[in-house]
């Protein structure tokens, strides 16, 4: 069956950072492009950060340029991101997703595959 699991998340002080990681199953990540998108309370899903299925080529949100990193390891089957220099408004349930939905495709849970979401929060 094929499946996405984030780990990693957690509650860190301001300035803090956390090592976000999505382990896929049943499926290999190399043929996908892979992400991260977030939702806070209250507010809508968007898109953080994709690693194109293409060799180095990543995006990121504007807000995240500079603090957020995101690698993969397709031998391992499985897609990373760094956050250095959290902020408050980071805090959300972060979710990894195959084809970068919110980046470069629509929200289609029907079609792509969606982790359960790992909880981070950024606090003093």
């Known amino acids: 069956q094929e499946r996405l699991v984030e780990s990693g998340g957690g509650l860190v002080q301001p300035g803090g950072s956390l090592r976000l990681s999505c382990a896929a199953s049943?499926?290999?990540?190399?043929?996908?492009?892979i992400g991260w998108f977030r939702q806070a309370p209250g507010k809508e899903r968007e898109g953080v950060s994709c690693s194109s299925s293409s060799p180095g080529v990543t995006y990121y949100a504007d807000d995240v340029k500079g603090r957020f990193t995101i690698s993969r390891d397709n031998a391992k089957n499985m897609v990373t991101l760094q956050m250095n220099s959290l902020k408050p408004e980071d805090t959300a349930v972060y979710y990894c997703?195959?084809?970068?939905?919110?980046?470069?495709?629509?929200?289609?849970?029907?079609?792509?595959?969606y982790g359960q979401g790992t909880q981070v929060t950024v606090s003093s």
């Open positions: 997703a195959t084809n970068c939905p919110g980046i470069l495709s629509g929200w289609r849970p029907e079609y792509d595959y």
């Open positions: 049943g499926f290999a990540l190399d043929s996908y492009a």
